[in-house]
């Protein structure tokens, strides 16, 4: 029995014939077996041709061929593969063919009929030249039609192209320096002493802890009470341990966030007007706090590759992140944050749910408790 698979070297489909067949033809797998041998994909003594596709983009470092395209091996590349090889499927031919079948058909016909071979010859042409005005129509509505496959076809190229981009310029996690580090026993990692804060009162049946390393997103609706749980985090922090800077990128320093600090007391360190990843880095070195509060990561146009930069340059930082929401009730951007993350809290009308690796199970607590709603 058959299967549809992609071939492993071009990613065009194919019917699998036999358990070990993983190429389209006999090129691919040579170049295949030649690529992963170090060899150059075209023998010197063949003619290299111009098989490689020009891609509509010009960004300095980014190759253009097809090939090194689809080495970029994402859920997104293989969606944007699959979309192309169907758009290439339904490209119609524009070989003209039809004049020529309807002349000698209308000469057989003909000859079966009339014996006068002028009189078949002037049938035959007068049935070539309709086929012919037919294939002129059919070739320009094919082209037309074509035309309008390829345009897909180079966009979503020029998609493929920053998926790599975006690929090669994601930052890497800091690896291990193999030339210091300590080894110890399974048996006894439960000795090590690890620095952590060790919270109390309803923050320690929320979080029971926050390690160095701890970092969190908060995330809701429009007046749920992200920013007023935030706050009243920060502000505990502040009272207990010291050295938080909360940034303000959502509401800035008007009127009502400053109702909401007035609200709770609050004594930690505003920064604002602050100029994205830059400005917070800046920040963050000239005042060196131990917690950081980030309100809102939409607003200050960062994402998952900031939350990992961050956490790379200050490791012993704890960061509190607040994001907007749809109105599904997932935050906005690349759900992938919340691998990156110690904790996840959603608040809705109110009420903090907490998910998270400092706590076994999930643990939820009032936001306003026994104060009304701002």
């Given at each position: 029995m058959?299967?549809?698979?992609?071939?492993?070297?071009?990613?065009?489909?194919f019917?699998?014939?036999?358990?070990?067949?993983?190429?389209c033809?006999?090129?691919?797998?040579?170049?295949?077996?030649?690529?992963?041998?170090?060899?150059?994909?075209?023998?010197?003594?063949?003619?290299?041709?111009?098989?490689?596709?020009?891609?509509?983009?010009?960004?300095?470092?980014?190759?253009?061929?097809?090939?090194?395209?689809?080495s970029?091996?994402?859920?997104?590349?293989?969606?944007?593969?699959?979309?192309?090889?169907?758009?290439?499927s339904?490209?119609?031919?524009?070989v003209?063919?039809?004049?020529?079948?309807?002349?000698?058909?209308?000469v057989v016909?003909?000859?079966?009929?009339v014996?006068?071979?002028?009189?078949?010859?002037?049938?035959?042409?007068?049935?070539?030249?309709?086929?012919?005005?037919?294939?002129?129509?059919?070739?320009?509505?094919?082209?037309l039609?074509?035309?309008?496959?390829?345009?897909?076809?180079d966009?979503?190229?020029?998609?493929?192209?920053?998926?790599?981009?975006?690929?090669?310029?994601?930052?890497k996690?800091?690896?291990?320096?193999?030339?210091?580090?300590?080894?110890?026993?399974?048996?006894r990692?439960?000795?090590?002493?690890?620095?952590k804060?060790?919270l109390?009162?309803?923050?320690?049946?929320f979080?029971?802890?926050?390690p160095?390393s701890?970092?969190?997103?908060i995330?809701?609706?429009p007046k749920?009470?992200?920013?007023?749980?935030?706050?009243?985090f920060?502000?505990?922090?502040?009272?207990?341990?010291?050295?938080?800077?909360y940034?303000?990128?959502?509401?800035?320093?008007?009127?009502?966030?400053?109702?909401?600090?007035?609200?709770?007391?609050s004594?930690?360190?505003?920064?604002?007007?602050?100029?994205g990843?830059?400005?917070?880095?800046e920040a963050?070195?000239?005042?060196?706090?131990?917690?950081?509060f980030?309100d809102?990561?939409?607003?200050?146009?960062?994402?998952?590759?900031?939350i990992i930069?961050?956490?790379?340059?200050?490791?012993?930082?704890?960061?509190?992140?607040?994001?907007?929401?749809?109105?599904d009730?997932?935050?906005?951007?690349?759900?992938?944050?919340?691998?990156?993350?110690?904790?996840?809290?959603?608040?809705?009308?109110?009420?903090?749910y907490?998910?998270?690796?400092?706590?076994?199970?999930?643990t939820?607590?009032?936001?306003?408790?026994?104060?009304?709603?701002?």
């Amino acid at each position: 029995m058959t299967k549809n698979i992609s071939c492993e070297w071009c990613s065009s489909p194919f019917k699998k014939k036999s358990s070990v067949h993983k190429f389209c033809s006999s090129t691919c797998r040579k170049k295949a077996n030649r690529n992963k041998n170090g060899e150059p994909l075209i023998p010197s003594f063949i003619g290299k041709g111009k098989k490689a596709y020009p891609l509509p983009y010009s960004g300095s470092g980014i190759s253009t061929s097809r090939t090194s395209i689809k080495s970029v091996k994402t859920p997104a590349m293989a969606e944007i593969q699959t979309r192309i090889n169907w758009l290439e499927s339904q490209k119609l031919s524009t070989v003209p063919k039809t004049g020529l079948i309807y002349g000698v058909g209308a000469v057989v016909t003909s000859r079966m009929l009339v014996k006068d071979y002028k009189i078949n010859l002037a049938i035959g042409l007068m049935a070539f030249l309709i086929g012919k005005q037919n294939d002129s129509d059919r070739i320009k509505s094919n082209e037309l039609q074509n035309g309008n496959f390829q345009r897909q076809i180079d966009e979503l190229w020029t998609d493929a192209i920053k998926e790599k981009d975006r690929i090669q310029n994601f930052p890497k996690p800091p690896t291990a320096n193999h030339d210091n580090f300590k080894l110890i026993s399974a048996s006894r990692v439960s000795e090590l002493s690890h620095e952590k804060y060790d919270l109390t009162s309803k923050w320690k049946y929320f979080l029971s802890y926050l390690p160095l390393s701890f970092n969190a997103i908060i995330y809701g609706l429009p007046k749920a009470g992200k920013t007023h749980l935030a706050i009243q985090f920060a502000q505990y922090l502040e009272s207990n341990f010291g050295g938080v800077m909360y940034i303000s990128g959502e509401e800035g320093v008007e009127q009502p966030f400053n109702k909401k600090l007035l609200r709770y007391k609050s004594k930690f360190k505003v920064a604002y007007d602050v100029k994205g990843n830059q400005g917070i880095t800046e920040a963050i070195q000239r005042t060196n706090p131990k917690f950081v509060f980030i309100d809102s990561l939409n607003r200050l146009g960062l994402d998952v590759r900031d939350i990992i930069e961050f956490k790379s340059k200050f490791p012993e930082t704890v960061f509190i992140y607040i994001l907007q929401s749809t109105k599904d009730g997932n935050f906005r951007g690349d759900q992938s944050i919340q691998h990156e993350v110690t904790s996840t809290i959603k608040v809705i009308d109110g009420v903090a749910y907490q998910k998270g690796r400092t706590v076994q199970e999930q643990t939820e607590i009032a936001v306003f408790e026994d104060v009304k709603k701002a």
